[in-house]
């Protein structure tokens, strides 16, 4: 703890010098990538993000454990050479782990010629879930809940086709996918990840699905916080579909798992309900995700499996109000977690504040997080806190 109270110490400390750079020192506004090359239907964008987070753990059953890491380190490229078409690519350099040195992010090209209707061919995010589709640096909290979270249910980026559009007034938009997706073995989890940073044993398979919003309101994007102050509303569902095509179940012998804890995934199928609320300063996100899950051996019983199947069941709501508009934000969150083979329901209740020095360009957060029956583990509980860093340009 008193290496805490030090870091708190050193975080406010770089506050307070934030303050005075962002009150004396002119800054441009909300940079969207730079564009460092334009001419007629050619151009060249380069950008980034970077983001630096402290995060401190104590759970009931271990040693406290802190880090200082970085969280996300993207760059990315974005171009065209002809018109309506354009491609992105984009990396992360701070999750690198093992053999993938560099993790492949956004990869794909694009074509916009169709009216209302953009066409993606490569590796890109799937259409489901609000709080996925949401970008980290757009976040309330500085981590997600789990319905955003790939490592509960919800699909991450996947290489295929992807078709997204409106309508003509945009209150209607919707998106559908069809695409090769990886899911990692893990009784813990249901962790899709994308097939391009595979691992060895990572289960193999296709994933179909679609979305659609409604905005009655006028369109409201993926992004959490009210800046604007007007009211906007949106609902939206999702489903998809994803079935192992048999061709890397590493961790099964003969239909028998060779590690209960570790089982391959037979099939999954998602549900998604949810909703957003943006007045006058205050911004409301609510989400319901249901995960109907099989493991190739149909009796495993683990985790989240309870002879071979799960109903995993997702919730959170979360929101904050902008009590100095466009600068400071306080927030609040509670999500939950049930499945089969729980003991009880995980939940976690987060509070925390939001300080945009240039909106979502430049922010600092706080976000307290407080966990009550881990992994469904009745009175298995740990606290949290989260401090970043977000520099985006």
Known sequence: MIATLRFMKFFFAVLAIAIIVNIYIPHAADAAGITVYKKDDKFVKLGG???????????????????????????????????????????????????????????????????????????????????????????????????????????????????????????????????????????????????VNRNEDFNEGWIVGGRLDYHPLGNLKFSQGDFKRKTKATISIAAFT?????????????????????????????????????SSGLSVDAEYNLFKADTVDANVTDGIYKNGSSDLKNYSIEGGYMVVPGKIELVAAYQAQDADNYADLWTRTSVGTNWFIQKQDIKMQLTYRMGKNLKGVTDDNENELFVQAQYVF
């Open 49 to 195: 993000r970077i983001q630096l987070q402290y995060h401190f753990k104590d759970p009931d059953s271990g040693d406290s454990t802190d880090k200082v890491f970085f969280r996300r380190f993207r760059p990315y490229i974005e171009g065209s050479l002809h018109k309506d078409w354009m491609g992105k690519f984009q990396w992360d350099m701070g999750k690198a782990e093992g053999k993938n040195e560099i993790a492949i992010k956004d990869a794909y090209m694009q074509y916009k010629g169709f009216h209302n209707i953009k066409v993606s061919i490569g590796n890109k995010n799937f259409p489901f879930s609000r709080e996925f589709l949401t970008s980290s640096k757009k976040q309330q909290l500085v981590e997600r809940t789990f319905v955003g979270d790939h490592n509960y249910g919800t699909p991450d980026r996947n290489v295929g086709v992807h078709i997204t559009g409106h309508n003509n007034d945009k209150k209607l938009t919707y998106g559908f996918s069809v695409a090769s997706a990886s899911i990692d073995p893990d009784a813990n989890k249901l962790d899709f990840d994308t097939p």
């Open 242 to 278: 994803w079935n192992n095509d048999g061709d890397n179940n590493t961790r099964t012998t003969n239909g028998v798992a060779d590690d209960l804890s570790k089982p391959d995934v037979d099939k999954v199928t998602g549900f998604e309900l949810s909703g957003a609320f943006r």
